[in-house]
Each structure stands twice: as C-alpha cells, then as structure tokens.
C-alpha cells in the first residue's frame, strides 16, 4: 500500500483530495497520515469527510479512519459506479473542492452520471462555483472530458444550504496541449443572495470598468437569488480563440464595497492574462490530477507556480506518473507525461 504524507507541502486538504481521487481512478491502495498537519485544525473537516466518503462510494472502497478529525486513513479502492448519487457536506463546507474530487474519478473510468452535492458554492478558501462551472469545466473539454454544473440554490458561509448538480457524460481524458491563441472576449457572473439587486450590478459595473484595460468585448452577467443567508461574489473569465479560459474571482463579505471585489476579480484576471501564461493559478492547480489520468503527455504554462500546484505535482509523482515544473520568470511550465 502507498503511504502518503498529508503534512507534504502545503500540508492542506489538497493532498488528501488528490490522493483519494487519483487512488480511486488508478486502482492503488493508499495511506495517508498527518492529514491536514499544516492546518490549525489539523485533521479531516467535515468537507474533507464528505470528499473522501463520495470518492469511496463512487469507487466502492474500503476505509478505515475515516471520521471527522482523524489524521490517518486507509482506502482501498473498488469498481467505480457509474450511478446517480447524492452528497451533502452538512455544513457550508465547499462542494467546489468535493467536486474537485470525485469528476476525475468519474472522468477516468468514462461514466455517465449525475451527482448531487448539498453545501457551499461560495465560501473563503475555496473555488467559487461559478469558477467551477464556467472556467474549469470548459478547460477539462479541452481535455475531452464533457461535464456540467448547474447551480440550483446558492449556499454561502457561515448558514451553507447550496445545492449543485454536477453531470458528466461518457468520456475519458486526454492529453493536454496549446498552441498560440488570441483572447477573444471577456465574460462573468456577478451575483448576490438575499441582498439587493443593486449589489449585484455594482460589483458587475467595477468589473466591467476594469477589464475594459484588455481592450476587448467584456460581458458580466448579474444574478440575484434567495437562500439560507446573505453572501455576494463576482467571477471572471477570458475565452481565448482556441477555447482555453483564465479566470479570476472574488468574494463579497460584510464590510467590503460592492466594487471592490468587483475590481479585485477583474484584477486577478487581468494579471493572469498579461503574464503570456494557458492558465491562471487555480486552474493550473487542478490539471494536473487530470493530466495524470492520460496515457498521452500534457503540457501547458501558468502564471503563478502556487503551493498547491506544488504540492498536486508531488502527489502526482508519488501515484508513478512523471511530472515536473519549470518555474521561470513571469510563468511557469508544467509537463506531466503519459500513465501507461
């Protein structure tokens, strides 16, 4: 059995979902300890839980160690279900990062399914839903994986309550490879949950103001809706001529002007697309769980080497597949090679 050390690099919940997901695609037994280690609690939350117990139940492992605080587990991975299922996170805990666990396991064993997630779309530390849905999912077809994220009720923090649906058709991964391209417009949603309308455009009219900079067509969609509590954000996104996208977010919280995170998205963005890199940080983040997948080499360039990309390479080499970074100046090149 692979033994994996959660206190690895960045020492977060990214290694633990990286590793369940990948063990459950591949087949490998693993065991991972110091879950969490470099957390000031450290151990499985109850986010972390459900990933791993919707990863288990997709690919009908075994596992021991698995309840909320535990710093060690074991899981042993079976046949992947292709069925429609139901998750709930049970507090306002991400259901982005679940996601970010269970599609590639759904990806690489080809399924077609639908699962429902209860939990947060829109809270700190976490990958907006709406980045989710329009950044990563249009990059993954890039891939050849096709999938879908509909937002059925929002879910901010601290009251949770959100509810997605995510569905994925049949399809395996492929490698990754870009060629020069050429931005061809910018697009966003900005949206507000059981706050005013005005919210909404404000956030969307900063933005839209900002990213006029990058001299293109820029078209940020507003959104107002009911939920269990009050919560506000903005995602953007640049769509390139080859269909690659960079995104930038930000979250909304009591204090904080409507335009400014209107501006810090559109900001975010903007740095991602002048750096000359494929992808902004967090999405280079999560590529290569997918490139891992392929029997074909995948290649591509981001504009910031974060800590969790650092650390998912890691992981990804432990799994057996060759992977590594070129960090230069202004971007960095990640190239993971083909699992046979």
Known sequence: MLEIDGSMGEGGGQVLRTAVSLSAA??????????????????????????????????????????????????????ISCRNQSF???TAGSVSLVIQTVLPILAAAG???????KGGTDVPMAPPIDYMASVVVPNLRLMGIEASIGVRRRGHYPRGGGLVELSIRSSKPRGL?????????????SHATELPR??????????????AELGTRVNIGVEVSGGLGQGSGAVVWALFSDGHRMGGDSLGERGKPAEQVGMEAARRLIEAVRSGADFDPNMGDMLPTYAALTSEESRY??????THLITNVEVVK?????????????????IILPHL
């Not at 432990?318 to 070129?326: D, E, K, Y």
């Open 111 to 117: 399924c077609e399914s639908t699962i429902e997630i």
């Open 177 to 189: 490879s870009l060629g020069d391209s050429q931005l061809e417009q910018v697009g966003g949603i």
């Open 301 to 306: 360039t981001v504009s910031k080497a974060t």
């Open 26 to 79: 591949m087949g490998i037994p693993v065991r991972i300890i110091n879950i969490r280690a470099k957390r000031g609690n450290p151990g499985l939350g109850m986010q972390h839980f459900t990933a791993v117990a919707a990863a288990a139940e997709v690919s009908n492992a075994e596992v021991s160690g698995l309840r909320v605080g535990s710093t060690e587990l074991t899981f042993k991975p079976g046949n």
């Open 318 to 334: 432990l799994m057996g597949v060759n992977a590594r970074l070129n960090v230069g100046r202004g971007v960095t090149d990640v």
């Open 198 to 211: 005005h919210v909404a455009v404000r956030q969307a009219n900063a933005a839209s103001r900002t990213l």
């Open 88 to 90: 709930d996170v049970g």
